[in-house]
T-cell receptor, first 113, second 114 residues
Framework: AQKITQTQPGMFVQEKEAVTLDCTYD???????LFWYKQPSSGEMIFLIY??????QNATEGRYSLNFQKARKSANLVISASQLGDSAMYFC??????????FGAGTRLFVKA | DVKVTQSSRYLVKRTGEKVFLECVQDMDHENMFWYRQDPGLGLRLIYF???????EKGDIPEGYSVSREKKERFSLILESASTNQTSMYLC?????????????FGPGTRLTVT
């Protein structure tokens, strides 16, 4: 069965510091994609970053990078130089193509001034 | 700018009422989805549609139905609302692709059933 696990219900980080949000996944498929989404208090989910299972390089998008360790089945999100606007819920998700994407329970990040 | 809109941000309904949640996307996406979001459970897929008039059950379809008469519009219907359907409902869309592709989400509808 496919599964996404986010073990950190909540995280605190000081402004301007880096933070890592953990995500582990389980699938028997060889081809899959991993996503991170941000959900601010306004409610709208915002796509942040994508990593394909065959991508050899870790994905990066501005201050976001995805630390992909295939053998460990982990896809941690790293946010560098945290900003107050980064305070939000963050969801890790996985898709094996087609239509279905499964989501983790989420991690709430609090950025302290 | 790409847009997914949902008909209401907040909705309060009584037990037994029929409830319609509307979602419209302007990106000409083939795929549309309805999720339910509950604390500690993440997002769970209720139904999805990959074409007009086509629909597939997700993980928790019981108590819900959907309608897609036009490509841009996907409706979620609660036939007889119950208190355990109090939740945040998120609509999303994506292009059709055999490979994984990101989804674009609406702002959500927070439904309370009393």
């Amino acid at each position: 069965a496919q599964k996404i696990t986010q073990t950190q219900p909540g995280m605190f980080v000081q402004e301007k510091e880096a933070v890592t949000l953990d995500c582990t996944y389980d699938t028997s498929d060889q081809s899959y994609g991993l996503f991170w989404y941000k959900q601010p208090s306004s409610g709208e989910m915002i796509f942040l970053i994508y990593q394909g299972s065959y991508d050899e390089q870790n994905a990066t998008e501005g201050r976001y990078s995805l630390n992909f360790q295939k053998a460990r089945k982990s896809a941690n999100l790293v946010i560098s130089a945290s900003q107050l606007g980064d305070s939000a819920m963050y969801f890790c998700a996985m898709s094996t193509g087609g239509f279905k994407t499964i989501f983790g329970a989420g991690t709430r990040l609090f950025v302290k001034a | 700018d790409v847009k997914v809109t949902q008909s209401s941000r907040y909705l309060v309904k009584r037990t037994g009422e029929k409830v319609f949640l509307e979602c419209v996307q302007d990106m000409d996406h083939e795929n549309m989805f309805w999720y339910r979001q509950d604390p500690g459970l993440g997002l769970r897929l209720i139904y999805f549609s990959y074409d007009v008039k086509m629909k597939e059950k997700g993980d928790i379809p019981e108590g819900y139905s959907v309608s897609r008469e036009k490509k841009e519009r996907f409706s979620l219907i609660l036939e007889s609302a119950s208190t355990n359907q109090t939740s945040m409902y998120l609509c999303a869309s994506s292009i059709y692709s055999g490979a994984p592709y990101e989804q674009y989400f609406g702002p959500g509808t927070r439904l309370t059933v009393t």
